[in-house]
């Protein structure tokens, strides 16, 4: 979506994105789940909120359900819309990690191309993707909304993994496989990278008051 608009200019604040993270101490990042629907995203999402908040960071978790119920709650499923919904969050997600904020997102976000788009928005090494691995069979044994079964009657539409496609990521920076390994493993392997990346700093965060 392109602005047209001929008046408008870009605001740099006094205060920084650096400042920020600094007072934070930890830096600011996008962390960008993504796969099937029941495969864990959101679960495993706020579980690592949870650690992180322990742990003294500022974070938000950008759920897509709960998007949909605001900013984009005029959006549909089509292709145009999915790929819209995910722009106006990459958007969101742009603005949190400026505020020093590690930004958690919990999104199906099926195809390459939409994900690539919100990387290449960011700054180099501001967007990590983490694939949750969880094969079809397994997601709709966990769906206990039954979703996925309206889907397979065609009372939804456009639903990824069965009547619209998922395109795996090809170079994700982790890939979790949620189908094998507990949520706590999956957890600490998440924590584990951002720690490894320099993004937090468990001894100095263990510590906080």
């Known amino acids: 979506m392109k602005n047209t608009a001929n008046n408008i200019t870009w605001h740099c604040a006094t ?4 400042m920020r993270e600094k007072q934070n101490r930890h830096k ?5 789940f993504t796969g099937l629907s029941s495969s864990g995203k ?13 742990m003294g960071c500022k974070t938000f978790v950008f759920d897509g359900d709960n998007v949909r119920h605001g900013i984009n709650k005029n959006l549909g499923f089509s292709r145009e819309d999915r790929k819209e919904n995910i722009r106006r969050i990459g958007e969101m997600c742009k603005l949190f990690i400026e505020a020093g904020v590690i930004a958690l997102t919990a999104f199906i976000s099926p ?5 690539n788009m919100i990387r290449q928005m960011a700054k180099d090494g501001d967007f990590i993707e983490i694939y949750c691995d969880c094969c079809l ?8 909304k039954g979703i996925y079964a309206r889907a397979r009657t065609g009372e939804i539409p456009e639903f990824t993994g069965i009547s619209a496609p998922y395109e795996i990521p090809e170079s ?38």
Not at 15 to 18: I, L, P, Q, S
Not at 44 to 49: G, K, P, R, T
Not at 111 to 115: A, G, H, K, L, V
Not at 173 to 195: D, F, H, P, R
Request: contains cysteine; negative net charge.
């Open 42 to 54: 959101s679960t495993i999402a706020h579980v690592v909120e949870e650690q992180l908040h322990q």
């Open 111 to 115: 195809y390459r191309e939409d994900r």
């Open 172 to 209: 994700p920076e982790v890939i979790i496989n949620t189908e094998n390994i507990t949520i706590g493993e999956c957890v600490a392997k998440v924590i584990n990278y951002l720690s490894e990346r320099g993004i937090i700093n468990r001894n100095l965060t263990r510590h906080r008051k």
């Open 137 to 144: 069979e397994v997601c709709e044994s966990r769906d206990v």
């Open 28 to 32: 600011s990042v996008i962390v960008w």
């Open 15 to 18: 205060v920084t994105r650096e």
